[in-house]
């Protein structure tokens, strides 16, 4: 089983619906992340929670909301999907001992597709 | 965080060496120089990190200068399956941001 899932894989939806992109981990970590990936470009970080009471803006975090229901759930929301919030989302875990003091390795979840028409 | 600057696209042939040269002229004393590859819909994958002189492992390795400012990744004897993207990151794993800002990436196209 993969370690970071997400759900939904794909999703269509229209314009000023709300729509809740969820992610799940099992490999134990505190941190947690969510990026955004348009065509041709890198990720871009949305929020980013380093534990359960904890929650920070990413870059681009207009229009986005997030929830961190656990250790192992992080929730990203869009309250009002506009068209241009299509784009390929990726949920992430990190944790800052692991191999370490060096390392921040980020593990990746395998995306949602997000189509806001 | 360093801003990094690399090669949009490359291309090269299945047994040949592949060498992708990232320049952070920024780069600060606490950062690490990281890169991943990702894969057409797949998430990013962690490929190798250093500091300082040489890194190797199982997949490539990293050469990074005494003045820091750039960094190359090599890839030995590419194959098809390389084929993917790849990025140069700069971070401070040590902060409490635990942020990564990648770039545009480097589009790697490996032919038969």
């Known amino acids: 089983d993969a370690d970071v899932t997400q759900t939904p894989r794909n999703r269509i939806t229209k314009t000023g619906k709300r729509i809740m992109l969820e992610c799940s981990q099992t490999?134990?970590?505190?941190?947690m992340y969510w990026y955004r990936q348009d065509p041709g470009l890198g990720l871009r970080l949305i929020y980013y929670?380093?534990?359960?009471?904890?929650?920070n803006k990413g870059e681009i975090s207009d229009g986005y909301s997030v929830s961190r229901q656990a250790q192992a759930k992080f929730s990203l929301s869009l309250e009002s999907a506009i068209p241009n919030q299509t784009a390929l989302y990726f949920c992430a875990t990190s944790d800052p001992r692991r191999g370490g003091a060096e390392y921040n390795e980020q593990f990746f979840g395998p995306g949602t597709r997000l189509t806001v028409l | 965080l360093a801003k990094t600057t690399q090669p949009i696209s490359m291309d090269s042939y299945e047994g040949q060496e592949v060498n992708i040269t990232c320049s952070h002229n920024?780069?600060?004393?606490?950062?690490?120089i990281t890169w991943y590859q990702q894969f057409p819909s797949q998430g990013p994958r962690f490929i190798i990190q250093g500091y300082k002189t040489k890194v190797t492992n199982e997949v490539a390795s990293l050469f990074i200068p005494a003045d820091r400012k750039s960094s190359t990744l090599s890839l030995p004897r590419v194959s098809l399956s390389d084929t993917a993207v790849y990025y140069c990151l700069v971070e401070d794993p040590s902060g409490n941001t635990g942020k990564l800002i990648f770039g545009q990436g480097t589009t790697l196209q490996v032919k038969p």
């Open positions: 920024n780069i600060a004393t606490n950062d690490y």
């Open positions: 490999k134990g970590h505190d941190r």
């Open positions: 929670s380093f534990d359960v009471k904890d929650i």
